[in-house]
């Protein structure tokens, strides 16, 4: 009896003594797209742990559209999103949906024309009286005025053709379009369609003209960054360990990609995720830290959105900023 009572003592002792088990919290991060190379950081992260020994469980669904994103962050059905953030700025300048940047993924817009080698349009000004594929509310059309202005080409002599999404690269590699926009992102197996064609895409980033506009993010509402910094703090502290994970590590962050996401080829995520981390790893992040904003930057890519968008430029886009919760 004694020497049961001074287990039983020893086993509480000992209880009291272990540190606690932490519970997760479970969240959901909501892309902006299908998940390709372009994604494979967040997916290796979760699949490494790089939330979990934040104490967050985090899970990853497809996106439809960084306007989807922002609403459905809104609405609570995920904790965080990516999202461009002219998508976050003007859901918030339009409707004062409660939403927030709250790290810089993209320090420049990839945003950029894919025209063939064979076309021999070299640059924007080749462009002129030429056909380029689009679908309705692209902001590569809403951006272009802006571009053509800096490149010296007549954006009146432009052929704009609606074409739908999924059909734009064939179009392009078939020659009924001249040039098609896409992410320079995904150049890579966009152009291993094309070389299977005979024929090689070659990009005009939009960048080149002095157009650098901030681009994805990672966001969340105002409730969530307001009534618990610490998740947001640690939910960024995994991202961050994710990102510079997978940058260093591309082979292998797309190994783990490709066992979640069976569609995605091995040496297409390379390509794409090769192409992200140029956007990531930039010099102008490491003069403003990483996931941070230069202010001039962020104030012209704010007069680029409320131009192309229609919205008054006199707004206060700061508000659809938060970057204090980053490491």
Not at 3 to 31: S, T
Not at 296 to 325: C, G, H, K, N
Request: a neutral charge.
């Amino acid at each position: 009896m004694m020497r049961n009572c001074i287990a039983a003592g020893l086993f509480a002792l000992a209880a009291l003594a272990a540190p606690a088990a932490r519970a997760q919290d479970r969240v959901l991060l909501q892309l902006d797209w299908i998940p390709t190379g372009e994604h494979a950081a967040y997916f290796s992260g979760a699949a490494r742990g790089a939330w979990r020994e934040q104490g967050i469980e985090i899970s990853l669904t497809r996106g439809y559209g960084s306007g989807d994103t922002v609403n459905k962050v809104a609405a609570g059905t995920a904790a965080f999103g990516v999202a461009d953030i002219s998508a976050v700025m003007a859901a918030r300048a339009r409707q004062n949906t409660p939403v927030r940047a709250i790290m810089q993924i993209y320090t420049h817009s990839p945003h950029s024309m894919f025209v063939l080698r064979s076309s021999g349009i070299t640059n924007f000004q080749g462009l002129e009286g030429r056909r380029i594929g689009i679908t309705p509310g692209n902001s590569h059309r809403l951006y272009f005025p802006e571009v053509a202005r800096r490149a010296g080409t007549n954006p009146d002599r432009i052929v704009w053709v609606n074409t739908d999404a999924s059909a734009m690269a064939a179009l392009l590699i078939s020659r009924r379009l001249d040039a098609a926009p896409f992410f320079a992102i995904h150049h890579y197996y966009q152009n291993k369609a094309a070389q299977r064609a005979g024929e090689e895409i070659v990009v005009l980033p939009f960048v080149e003209t002095g157009f650098a506009i901030y681009a994805t993010t990672l966001m969340a509402t105002d409730e969530t960054i307001q009534r618990n910094p610490d998740l947001v703090r640690r939910f960024l502290r995994g991202a961050t360990n994710a990102l510079t994970w997978a940058n260093a590590n591309q082979e292998e962050a797309c190994r783990l990609h490709v066992q979640r996401n069976r569609e995605v080829e091995l040496d297409d995520c390379q390509g794409s995720l090769r192409a992200t981390m140029s956007y990531v790893f930039t010099d102008h992040a490491r003069q403003t830290g990483l996931g941070r904003q230069d202010p001039e930057r962020l104030r012209f890519t704010w007069e680029q959105v409320a131009a192309s968008q229609q919205i008054d430029p006199a707004w206060d886009y700061r508000q659809a900023v938060d970057t204090s919760l980053l490491p």
